[in-house]
């Protein structure tokens, strides 16, 4: 594989290089207990966080405060604010007469939502976060600003303290609140440097000690995971990560395992690589065939990664591969050995297919395409061989 240099721009003091003050976002919710860890988060992003809270005893010195923000910035800033429950209902019916120099308010489940049709300023990005089942909320196609429902979470959703609190649905909405942070304060951030030398430390360094714990350097110290979805290998946390890898993931790097990137996808904090990798079943992969001993047979198989970056420091990994092919290239897998009561049925073959997927993948061929369908007698052999229709 090759590696960029890295390359960053935009005006933070986190994992960015910023030319002025860093962006000011304000987190407000229903609660005097400080969330030090989301302002730490959102801190090592570059941003700079502080936290108001909300006291419906003193609301109408709430709104004072929320409208004053602006007196804290220097010239030519903007701030955001990140709000949650009745927080949010506040906040948001606070901006419908203009927040000085508010570019983007993010509200999450707030108990009363605007009116469809509600007029913010232009100046300032509005993104919704609903909780489905808890709330009634209007599709998002006929609103003026930006709604997500998760339709499984109830409101806490993104408290970790909370017992309604869903882990999944909320690092998504984690990912698009950054997305729109980042879109309103104009920042351009560059992942790619991040996962490059993450890459260059797992696949190209032979001493497994030394690309070892380079990769764990390059993770949160927040219990950082590796899923290997078709094999279930990795870890959680950087003392079993750095086992795994100097135990189990770079030796297992045979002498012509290589890795060809196909396609890479860049989101806010997220870069998905499409890949190809080959090698030799040589000796024993212990994160591709764990276990099964060498059977020197060629393997050729695609691959998608997943890594998840936050304030410059690797968050995830998941990796996902058709684990049927690999034991079907290696000899562990019989297309034609199938259970008794398929067979009964008239199935001749499992459908599972080798190193093509691979090559098609490369360089797609018409003829490659939908032999299953005809082996199964689903697809006459004539209606895919012409001048690819």
């Given amino acids: ?76 800033e903007n701030y955001a604010i990140v709000c949650y429950g009745d927080a ?4 948001l019916k606070t901006a419908l007469k203009p927040l000085a120099h508010c570019c983007a308010i993010v509200a999450y489940y707030p108990p009363i ?18 909780a489905g089942l808890s709330q009634v909320s209007p599709p998002s196609e006929l609103c003026e600003f930006q709604v997500y429902r998760y339709e499984s979470c109830a409101m806490g959703l993104a408290d970790p303290s909370a017992d309604t609190y869903s882990e999944v649905e909320a690092n998504l909405a984690g990912s698009r609140t950054l997305g729109c942070l980042r879109k309103a304060f104009k920042l351009d951030v560059d992942l790619e440097p991040i996962v490059n030398a993450a890459h260059k430390a797992k696949y190209q360094d032979e001493v497994p000690e030394r690309a070892s714990m380079a990769v764990v350097k ?58 190809v990798i080959s090698f030799t079943h040589s000796d024993e992969v212990d994160w591709i065939l764990p276990g099964v001993p060498a059977t020197n047979k060629k393997v050729e198989i695609a691959i998608v990664s997943i890594i998840t970056v936050r304030g410059g420091k690797l968050v995830s990994e998941h990796m996902y591969w058709d684990n049927a092919s690999v034991l079907y290239q290696v000899g562990l897998l019989e297309r034609s050995l199938i259970p ?29 395409y939908n032999g299953l369908l005809r082996e199964a007698g689903l697809l006459p052999d004539s209606s895919t061989q012409t001048n690819g229709h």
Wanted: a neutral charge; charged letters at 20%; hydrophobic letters at 35%.
């Fill in 1 to 76: 594989m090759s590696f960029t240099s890295p390359s960053q721009t935009g005006t933070t003091t986190g994992f960015l290089s910023f030319n002025s003050h860093p962006p000011r976002i304000y987190l407000t919710a229903p609660s005097d207990h400080t969330p030090e860890r989301a302002l730490l988060e959102w801190r090592d992003e570059g941003y700079e966080a502080s936290y108001l809270p909300y006291n419906p005893d003193a609301q109408a010195s709430y709104i004072h405060t929320i409208k004053t923000l602006h007196e804290n910035l220097k010239l030519g």
């Fill in 88 to 91: 949010a209902s506040v906040v």
């Fill in 113 to 130: 939502l605007p009116s469809p049709k509600a007029k913010f300023s232009s100046q300032t990005r509005i993104q919704i976060h609903v």
């Fill in 218 to 275: 390059s993770m949160t110290q927040n219990s950082p995971h590796v899923t290997i979805v078709p094999t279930l290998e990795g870890g959680i946390g950087r003392r079993s990560l750095e086992e795994f890898y100097r135990e189990y993931f770079v030796p297992s790097l045979v002498e012509d395992f290589s890795m060809r990137l196909i396609s890479r996808t860049i989101g806010v904090d997220r870069v998905v690589d499409e890949m």
């Fill in 340 to 368: 008794k009561a398929f067979k009964d049925k008239g199935l001749k073959h499992l459908p599972v297919v080798g190193a093509a997927a691979a090559h098609t993948l490369i360089k797609p061929k018409q003829g490659e």
